[in-house]
């Protein structure tokens, strides 16, 4: 059945809802730390990827602005996803190898060492791009895995209460 309050998106209540929300900010924090941590993308990161690279296409037909952007406890950066931002193949292989050799130490170990692998990468991804403004007209979008990314989810809450910017998740594998 219908969910009451929520019907069909029709052209018109699109454009509506598009007067909204001036801007979506697509939040990669996530997506840096896996594509310099991997080089196979798992299915969220396909789906995350998919999203990022066609909604901007998609949204400028309803007048809505798409950036791609990083957040951190007190600021947030735009930055552009291409083949540069992925931490290059060579290091995501290194971190694959390390991976692979830290297999065979104790649980304890393997669990420390994947953590602080993380933090470091997620403080690389947030030193990127440029600082970026936001208000209460933009949607901050999480599409990933923000565990994967130590500090993206504290930071998307901190932005949301700096700015008034909506906040919105996907939630995958439900």
Known sequence: G?????????A???????????????VVNDLLVYRAAATQPTGI???????????PAVAATLGVEVRTVVVGLDEVREVTLDARSSGGR????????????SAHAPRGIQERARTAGRRFLARRARGGGHLLEIGPRDTLLILGAPWIAPGMAAGA????????????QLVHDM
């Open 157 to 168: 809450v901190a932005a949301r209460a700096r700015s008034g910017a909506r906040l919105a």
């Open 45 to 55: 990161q396909r789906l995350a990827d998919g999203y990022t690279c066609h909604l």
């Open 90 to 101: 060579r290091f995501a292989r290194g971190t694959e190898l390390a991976l692979r050799l």
């Open 12 to 26: 018109s209540s699109a454009g509506r809802e598009a007067g909204e929300a001036r801007r979506v900010l697509i």
């Open 2 to 10: 219908r969910v009451p309050g929520q019907g069909r998106v029709t």
